[in-house]
């Protein structure tokens, strides 16, 4: 089992689908603080036994030790996939799709946090392929769609 990686625990699991999330949003980790209230863990030790067994069991990295530095390790199921390499057509393909759910937003008078969330997931998804430039080019116009959501909540 040395090579093998181990799968998470249920909470184990919760944890790091809190940290890829949040990731996705912010664009950098959260602190252990942070993973503690979301996920109503009862003190920041405890967070941190749960980070800690999922960089033991290889589906997290810490950068050199420095704060909010958390990195989630993608794990291909070889089974389903034979590569995470995207190829050119891809993802042009994909950035085409995000810009169309981009262009539905800013279209829509009514923009909800939910479809906001779900553009959030979508550019998260385009990170975690390796698709960088494009995450930075759609960052600006997601802090212009979350400020016209919580200007229309006021």
């Not at 249920?10 to 890829?20: D, P, V």
């Not at 996920?39 to 941190?48: E, K, R």
């Not at 939910?114 to 998260?124: I, S, T, W």
């Amino acid at each position: 089992m040395k090579d093998e990686i181990m799968r998470p625990t249920k909470k184990q699991k919760a944890t790091l689908e809190f940290i890829g999330l949040f990731i996705g949003q912010h664009g950098y980790s959260p602190s252990y603080r942070e993973i503690m209230t979301a996920l109503n863990y009862s003190s920041v030790a405890t967070v941190a036994l749960h980070v800690n067994s999922l960089i033991k069991r290889g589906h997290l990295r810490k950068r050199d030790h420095s704060a909010r530095s958390l990195e989630v390790v993608k794990i291909a199921d070889v089974s389903k996939l034979q590569s995470n390499e995207i190829k050119p057509g891809e993802e042009k393909w994909l950035i085409e799709r995000v810009e169309y759910f981009f262009r539905n937003l800013d279209q829509d008078t009514k923009l909800e946090q939910k479809k906001l969330d779900e553009l959030y997931v979508l550019v998260g998804a385009l990170k975690v392929l390796g698709l960088d430039g494009a995450v930075q080019s759609f960052l600006p116009k997601l802090s212009v769609l979350k400020k016209r959501v919580y200007t229309s909540r006021q």
